[in-house]
Structure formats: C-alpha cells, structure tokens
C-alpha cells in the first residue's frame, strides 16, 4: 500500500506485473471550511483508492475490489466512484479507481 506512485527500484523483482497488485490511498482536497470561525462541525473527508492488478487475473480485481468495499464501509465511508481501464504506461496491468467519502460523522 502506497500514498504516492510506488518506487519499485528497489525491489527483487524488476517487473512491474510480478510486484502487482498494489494499492495507492490519496486523500481528495475539497472540504475546507469557510466560515467566521474556520470549524466544522462535521466533515466530510474523500478519498481516492487506487489499485493496480494484472489484466489476466480478474479475480483478483473483484476480491480486491469486495475487501476494500468491505473494509470502507464497515469504517464508515461510502464508494461513490469506481471506474477500471487498461493502465496507459503499462498495458499489461488493469487500473481500477475508486473514491469514498465518509459518511459525516464527527472526526477527532
């Protein structure tokens, strides 16, 4: 699991399909207050979980894809975004893109 693009140089393996899958967890800016007092009273927080698996393995896509739903939303978040493709730089690997956004409960 990363927060940014994985730097695999320094890996035993030096293919990108063998080290697959992984996951990237980036929060999406958005929910700033702009009120007198800067506060919230609740907050909405989003974020964009990314994975990358190889496109002959599909299971493992749809079980990667039910454990994070899982997780998430036992923990309070909900998937409002998924969307997959054949990843650009390296065809060989299947991109799955999802954003959750917490369900307004109090944080901190």
Known sequence: MY?????FTNQTSQTIIDLSPWIRVTPIPGDDAIYADDQRVVKY???QLDYWVDKTKTADCDEI????????????????????MIDGDTPQLRMVITQYQYQGLPIG
């Open 45 to 47: 927080p989003k974020v």
């Open 65 to 84: 894809e039910d454990y994070l739903y899982d997780k998430m939303h036992k923990a309070g978040w909900e998937r409002y975004y998924r969307y997959s």
């Open 3 to 7: 927060s940014s693009t994985p730097d």
